[in-house]
């Protein structure tokens, strides 16, 4: 698809009229499914460099990350099988990706911090670990 212009309207590869969308065309956050709150917290702030004591956990299950661009959100997702005895399901591919401009230090800083590492450094761009949760997470060159 073809996008017309920043109000939403979309022109359709068969050359129908565009068609106006009440939905912005950005995303808006990131929800990872987590099983500890207050361990996850603590863990993303600390390979996001951001102090965990800065960061509250709002009505006992979320937590937003202050970070640059579309959001980050910790929840244990109650509505979402977080009260079973497995927690809400993990992300089995990578949903979404963090950036860096030193890959080779980023690979070092997250073997260094615990993380499982999937893959090596593929193609001089990327690599993906999981968190403690198991969630897969892709890092990419900037």
Known sequence: MEIVDQT????????????????LNRPGAVFIPVRDIEKARDWYCRILGIPSSTVTIMNGHLCSLPVDGSGIILDTMPMWGGNAPGGAPTFRTPAFMLLTEELDASYAFMKDHGAELVTDIQDDHWFVFRDPDGNMIMVCRA
């Open 8 to 23: 939403e309207s979309v022109k359709g590869e068969s050359g129908e009229q565009p068609i106006s969308s009440p939905l």
